[in-house]
C-alpha cells in the first residue's frame, strides 16, 4: 500500500477557545496550496483510492480539496484516529482496517502526523520515533507493501509552490511585438 499522510493547509491562527477552533476553516493561502498540491499530484498520475480525514473543519476542506482536483469521487470518510488527540495504536488500527487499498491518503495534524511518521519509519523505537517535520501542508508518501515502512517521498509547500510555479510557465519564449 501507498499511504499518503497530508498535514492539513494553512488555516490561519489557533483560536484560542478549543470549541471555535474545532471549526476554524482553511485560510486563502491554504486553499491555494491545495489546488497546487492537487495540480502536481495530477502531474504524477497520482489516484486515491481512499481519503480519510480528521473530523476537524479544516482537515475536511484539505482533504475535499485535493480529493475534488484529482478525481476523487467517492466519500471521504472521518476517522477519529486522525483527530489531534488520536493515539499511535489508533492510526495503527485504522492503517489495518485500509489494508486492501493501494493509494491510501489520511489527511490529519501535528504534532500527531509527525510522530506517526516517525513511529512508522522507526518501529522498534516506537517510544522515541524519527523526527520529521511536516510543515502545514506537506505530503509524504510511504511504502507499506513489505516489511518496514519506506518514506519515498515528502513534498513541503515550498517546494509545491516551486514545481507549480515552474510546470505552469509557458514553454514559448515571449517576443516583443513591435
Request: net charge positive; proline share 6%; with cysteine.
Amino acid at each position: 500500500m501507498n499511504l499518503y499522510i497530508l498535514r492539513h493547509a494553512s488555516a490561519g491562527l489557533r483560536r484560542l477557545n478549543p470549541v471555535l477552533d474545532l471549526k476554524r476553516p482553511l485560510d486563502k493561502e491554504g486553499k491555494r496550496h491545495c489546488l497546487h498540491l492537487a495540480y502536481v499530484l495530477n502531474a504524477q498520475h497520482t489516484q486515491f483510492d481512499l481519503i480519510v480525514s480528521s473530523p476537524l473543519k479544516r482537515c475536511l476542506q484539505t482533504a475535499a480539496l485535493v480529493g475534488t482536483e484529482t478525481g476523487y469521487e467517492a466519500p471521504i470518510l472521518h476517522s477519529p484516529a486522525l483527530s489531534p488527540n488520536a493515539t499511535f495504536q489508533e492510526f495503527q488500527a485504522l492503517l489495518h482496517e485500509c489494508a486492501g487499498r493501494e493509494n491510501l491518503l489520511v489527511v490529519g495534524h501535528n504534532p500527531n502526523l509527525s510522530h506517526f511518521l516517525g513511529s512508522l519509519l522507526v518501529p522498534a523505537a516506537a517510544d522515541t520515533p524519527a523526527k520529521i517535520r511536516l510543515r502545514k501542508g506537506s505530503l509524504a508518501r510511504v511504502d507499506l507493501t513489505r516489511g518496514p515502512a519506506i518514506l519515498q517521498s515528502l513534498l513541503d509547500p515550498r517546494t509545491v509552490r516551486a514545481l507549480y510555479a515552474t510546470s505552469t510557465k509557458s514553454s514559448r519564449r515571449k517576443t516583443s511585438r513591435k
